[in-house]
């Protein structure tokens, strides 16, 4: 079978000496063929195999630089970018759109603050997926029977299993992207006033939420009962008598994970039901996260390392006896400042990204579906490592990796059987930031989307913000390697204040402040890329 690397040598040029004629092919040259044809051959290959050939010879790169699929595919490789399949666009309007998205992150420094007086009264931000993000608020509260037009709410009450009159509202905000062509809408859900942890999925159209020890999964668009659940809508956390309290719930394509029992992490299938995995963690972690659908990473302070449970092989292991059990998790080691435990503690917290790790659609919220987005396989894993008491307050820093280096490591490892990976296998591809020392502050969990993460808390003398980004494939590779830091300048009425939190969604970067009872929005302003 003759392939393209039969053609092509990316050490030696074409155009100079013409190759030989291949035994058994009448095909001398790859530029023999039509170039329609070429462009298709092209389209399969990746990103090296392509640039590759641009650097082949002229006439190569003359047909990827005049074929817009090819350009197209190159730029969304360079920055970490899918197609979104399912957009109506053609591929020169997409090329134009993801020159726009590009150009607005370049240019986000100078972008504008806009009030969003919406939120004021509010509580923060419960969830982050996407372009989404969801708040609450009492039922009770005078706002909630009558919305201002130029708000342009709707009212939408859950499942019909739930109570006939709903206790919490919770309001449903999507937020615009002009180069992605997604437009601003929101809209309230009414839940029960029980109704504990929740999580979304803007990609599934999901919500989860616990109320009485059960699972709820609804719609996010209109709480309906979500059409892929195999049950009336929801379905106990366990079979027996049980009642633990599940906390910090996290989703990701069929399963849904929580904390519970204070130190052991859960698995549910949400569209089935069914207990997945229980117990993953014996001893106490610090926080979790999925690192794709079948893989749930935890930090474990204590021992100042990372986890990584596979779900599918903790499933069969749990279908035998305990003492024949031989499924451990993969052990990823830090290296960090030995400390006295005994006067200093230290907390390692995953901050979950906002981008959901399995999508192959942008959305199917109606109005949302977007002609790309960023690539799950290039998101972000962020650790904030926090040492206390140190002079005032703590000592924080952050460790930036791609969750993809975790998952080859992981792979990697069951070959060799080494369950436990030294600081040394695996920081080439680790970065961190500088330590900074600061008073206890308030923290902002939802500050990572995709390859891009927002520093906590901002600089206050000089009223700014940082974001880091770590493009896959930077054409720039000077100062750190290939993140790029950026500077967001404060609105003027939240500048001055050290209780500033953020979250960053898709295409936008949200800053507010509570009220001095800390349970409210009293401002908020955001940034549109």
Request: glycine share 4%.
């Given at each position: 079978m003759v392939t393209l690397s039969d053609f092509i040598s990316p050490l030696r040029p074409l155009a100079?000496?013409?190759?030989?004629?291949?035994?058994?092919?009448?095909?001398?040259?790859?530029?023999?063929?039509?170039?329609?044809?070429?462009?298709?051959?092209?389209?399969?290959?990746?990103f090296k195999q392509v640039v590759a050939c641009q650097l082949t010879c002229r006439a190569l790169n003359q047909v990827i630089s005049h074929s817009a699929r090819l350009r197209y595919k190159l730029e969304l490789s360079k920055h970490g970018m899918c197609d979104g399949t399912s957009s109506f666009l053609g591929t020169a309007d997409k090329l134009n759109l993801l020159a726009a998205h590009v150009t607005a992150w370049r240019n986000l420094p100078s972008a504008k603050p806009q009030k969003l007086g919406l939120l004021e009264g509010w509580s923060a931000p419960r969830a982050v997926s996407g372009n989404i993000l969801i708040f609450s608020r009492d039922g009770n509260h005078p706002d909630s029977s009558a919305h201002p037009p130029s708000q342009s709410l709707r009212y939408e009450h859950t499942q019909e299993h739930t109570s006939p009159k709903p206790g919490l509202d919770l309001l449903v905000l999507r937020l615009p992207s002009t180069p992605r062509q997604v437009e601003a809408s929101q809209w309230v859900l009414g839940l029960p006033e029980d109704a504990g942890e929740l999580c979304i999925d803007a990609s599934q159209d999901l919500l989860i939420y616990v109320l009485d020890c059960k699972f709820y999964a609804?719609?996010?668009?209109?709480?309906?009962?979500?059409?892929?659940?195999?049950?009336?809508?929801?379905?106990g956390l366990w079979d027996d008598t049980r009642r633990f309290d599940v906390f910090n719930l996290c989703v990701c394509?069929?399963?849904?994970?929580?904390?519970?029992?204070?130190?052991?992490?859960?698995?549910?299938?949400?569209?089935?039901?069914?207990?997945?995995?229980?117990?993953?963690?014996?001893?106490?972690?610090s926080s979790f996260d999925f690192l794709d659908e079948h893989h749930i990473l935890y930090s474990v302070s204590r021992e100042d390392s990372l986890y990584v449970y596979d779900l599918r092989r903790g499933a069969e292991q749990q279908q035998q006896p305990q003492k024949q059990r031989e499924t451990e998790p993969v052990r990823f080691r830090l290296a960090l400042p030995p400390i006295n435990r005994a006067t200093t503690t230290r907390y390692i917290q995953l901050r979950r990204n906002a981008l959901p790790p399995t999508r192959e659609n942008p959305s199917v919220i109606e109005g949302s579906s977007s002609p790309f987005y960023a690539d799950q396989r290039e998101r972000l894993i962020v650790l904030r490592v926090v040492t206390s008491p140190v002079e005032r307050g703590e000592e924080q820093f952050e460790l930036h990796v791609?969750?993809?280096?975790?998952?080859?490591?992981?792979?990697?490892?069951?070959?060799?059987?080494?369950?436990?990976?030294?600081?040394?296998?695996?920081?080439?591809?680790?970065?961190?930031?500088?330590?900074?020392?600061?008073?206890?502050?308030?923290?902002?969990?939802?500050?990572?989307?995709?390859?891009?993460?927002?520093?906590?808390?901002?600089?206050?003398?000089?009223?700014?913000?940082?974001v880091n980004s770590y493009l896959p494939r930077r054409e720039e590779t000077a100062g750190d390697g290939r993140r790029t830091r950026q500077a967001v300048r404060l609105p003027n009425e939240l500048s001055g204040k050290a209780d500033v939190l953020s979250i960053l969604s898709e295409d936008a970067l949200l800053c507010y402040t509570l009220d001095s009872s800390m349970s409210t929005i009293a401002h908020a302003y955001w940034y549109s890329f």
């Amino acid at each position: 079978m003759v392939t393209l690397s039969d053609f092509i040598s990316p050490l030696r040029p074409l155009a100079s000496t013409p190759l030989p004629l291949l035994p058994g092919s009448t095909i001398t040259h790859i530029t023999l063929l039509p170039e329609e044809l070429i462009v298709k051959v092209l389209e399969s290959c990746d990103f090296k195999q392509v640039v590759a050939c641009q650097l082949t010879c002229r006439a190569l790169n003359q047909v990827i630089s005049h074929s817009a699929r090819l350009r197209y595919k190159l730029e969304l490789s360079k920055h970490g970018m899918c197609d979104g399949t399912s957009s109506f666009l053609g591929t020169a309007d997409k090329l134009n759109l993801l020159a726009a998205h590009v150009t607005a992150w370049r240019n986000l420094p100078s972008a504008k603050p806009q009030k969003l007086g919406l939120l004021e009264g509010w509580s923060a931000p419960r969830a982050v997926s996407g372009n989404i993000l969801i708040f609450s608020r009492d039922g009770n509260h005078p706002d909630s029977s009558a919305h201002p037009p130029s708000q342009s709410l709707r009212y939408e009450h859950t499942q019909e299993h739930t109570s006939p009159k709903p206790g919490l509202d919770l309001l449903v905000l999507r937020l615009p992207s002009t180069p992605r062509q997604v437009e601003a809408s929101q809209w309230v859900l009414g839940l029960p006033e029980d109704a504990g942890e929740l999580c979304i999925d803007a990609s599934q159209d999901l919500l989860i939420y616990v109320l009485d020890c059960k699972f709820y999964a609804c719609t996010l668009s209109t709480g309906a009962v979500h059409p892929l659940v195999q049950h009336d809508g929801c379905f106990g956390l366990w079979d027996d008598t049980r009642r633990f309290d599940v906390f910090n719930l996290c989703v990701c394509g069929d399963y849904v994970a929580a904390g519970t029992r204070l130190y052991f992490i859960s698995v549910w299938n949400w569209k089935t039901g069914d207990l997945v995995s229980d117990q993953i963690s014996e001893v106490i972690f610090s926080s979790f996260d999925f690192l794709d659908e079948h893989h749930i990473l935890y930090s474990v302070s204590r021992e100042d390392s990372l986890y990584v449970y596979d779900l599918r092989r903790g499933a069969e292991q749990q279908q035998q006896p305990q003492k024949q059990r031989e499924t451990e998790p993969v052990r990823f080691r830090l290296a960090l400042p030995p400390i006295n435990r005994a006067t200093t503690t230290r907390y390692i917290q995953l901050r979950r990204n906002a981008l959901p790790p399995t999508r192959e659609n942008p959305s199917v919220i109606e109005g949302s579906s977007s002609p790309f987005y960023a690539d799950q396989r290039e998101r972000l894993i962020v650790l904030r490592v926090v040492t206390s008491p140190v002079e005032r307050g703590e000592e924080q820093f952050e460790l930036h990796v791609p969750a993809r280096v975790l998952l080859n490591h992981f792979k990697a490892s069951l070959q060799t059987k080494a369950m436990v990976l030294p600081w040394s296998a695996w920081c080439d591809a680790a970065r961190v930031t500088n330590p900074r020392w600061l008073p206890y502050t308030v923290q902002a969990h939802m500050v990572t989307y995709g390859m891009r993460a927002v520093s906590h808390p901002p600089d206050w003398d000089e009223g700014l913000l940082y974001v880091n980004s770590y493009l896959p494939r930077r054409e720039e590779t000077a100062g750190d390697g290939r993140r790029t830091r950026q500077a967001v300048r404060l609105p003027n009425e939240l500048s001055g204040k050290a209780d500033v939190l953020s979250i960053l969604s898709e295409d936008a970067l949200l800053c507010y402040t509570l009220d001095s009872s800390m349970s409210t929005i009293a401002h908020a302003y955001w940034y549109s890329f």
